[in-house]
């Protein structure tokens, strides 16, 4: 059974940071993409980012620049580090991941499994 459990979100104030952090289990992590997601109150949910088995990355222009995404396959876990975080960045944030078995290496955006979500509140 696969299962992703997100933590680290909170309130924070304009310009603070904050780290997500995802762990993973019931699957080959370093054979997974993997990839943060987030949903604001009375939106659609929006990718973040993303991140490929062989690490190959990419950002939604609106994080470009202040989010990174990282991944630690010895631990299972995903990371998301945000800096100067902004009111607009107030969200559920979930991870996602899907698994690429052998011989794919880039994200199919086929996101198979989710966790929970995390909620970050960013306020003035």
């Known amino acids: 059974q696969v299962q992703l459990v997100e933590s680290g979100g909170g309130s924070v104030q304009a310009g603070g940071s904050l780290r997500l952090s995802c762990a993973t289990s019931?699957?080959?992590?370093?054979?997974?993409?993997l990839a943060w997601f987030r949903q604001a109150a009375g939106e659609q949910r929006e990718w973040v980012s993303s991140?490929?088995?062989?690490?190959?990355?990419s950002y939604a222009d609106s994080v470009k620049g202040r989010f990174t995404i990282s991944r630690d396959n010895t631990k299972n876990t995903l990371y998301l580090q945000m800096t100067n975080l902004k009111i607009e960045d107030t969200a559920m944030y979930y991870c996602?991941?899907?698994?690429?078995?052998?011989?794919?290496?880039?994200?199919?955006?086929?996101?198979?499994?989710w966790g929970q979500g995390t909620q970050v509140t960013v306020s003035s």
């Open positions: 996602a991941a899907e698994y690429r078995g052998t011989g794919w290496n880039d994200c199919a955006g086929q996101w198979g499994y």
């Open positions: 019931g699957v080959l992590f370093s054979r997974t993409c």
């Open positions: 991140i490929s088995t062989d690490v190959s990355i």
